[in-house]
């Protein structure tokens, strides 16, 4: 399934990510531009900040971070988070 509201183009990402896949870009009502990775399957457990549950092990899920992180783009890199699929879509739309 296809979105139009979603936009991906070539952009330079962080390397271990770029060997597991393509990242994808989404932009945020404020502008700003997040990078979102698909994890077919997560290597540990994770809290989602949309819903505070536990993304499983094995679990498909996305992670997300930004590069227009006020305190720069390295904090934005290791200030990434990971999502359920549901809860990353559901995420802009929740007002
Ligand atoms: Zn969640």
Known sequence: MRRSKKYSRPSRELNS???????????????????????????KEYVCPGCSGIIRVGEPHEVAWTEDHILGKEFGQNDRRHWHTGCWEARG???
């Open 17 to 43: 990510y770029a060997l597991m896949g393509y990242t994808r870009i989404e932009y945020a009502d404020d502008g700003r531009a997040f990078k979102v990775h698909h994890i077919n399957s997560g290597v």
């Open 93 to 95: 739309r929740r007002r």
